[in-house]
Nanobody
Framework: QVQLVESGGGLVQAGGSLRLSCAASGRAFSSSAVGWFRQAPGKEREFVAAINWGGSGTNYADSVKRRFTASRDNARNTLTLQMNSLKPEATADYYC?????????????????WGQGTQVTVSS
């Protein structure tokens, strides 16, 4: 199993940028699909982005396309989410997740591993 720890959250003004990182431990990381989810106060958790095990395939929620970029470095066991042109509605707790199957991430269900989350606040 993969253990995940997020970092990089904080307070940013609308229009600004923030870079989230997720440090992974466990040999399964390099063979796992990984991704990002977020949960805003009072709302359900939602899918943000996913990237396949090799890093060649990515999927994004429509709401973040062309503004957010997910990437991974299997040599360093890290996953990042570069968030640009942030909007107040991006305010949420952000979680990284990992699973053997990309389909699990795209469905947002039954992930094998979750991080503890990092808070992002975008002020207007």
């Amino acid at each position: 199993q993969v253990q995940l720890v997020e970092s990089g959250g904080g307070l940013v003004q609308a229009g600004g940028s923030l870079r989230l990182s997720c440090a992974a431990s466990g040999r399964a990381f390099s063979s796992s699909a990984v991704g990002w989810f977020r949960q805003a106060p009072g709302k359900e958790r939602e899918f943000v982005a996913a990237i396949n095990w090799g890093g060649s395939g990515t999927n994004y929620a429509d709401s973040v396309k062309r503004r957010f970029t997910a990437s991974r470095d299997n040599a360093r066991n890290t996953l990042t989410l570069q968030m640009n042109s942030l909007k107040p509605e991006a305010t949420a707790d952000y979680y990284c997740a990992a699973d053997a199957y990309m389909a699990s991430l795209l469905r947002g269900k039954n992930m094998a591993s979750w991080g503890q989350g990092t808070q992002v606040t975008v002020s207007s």
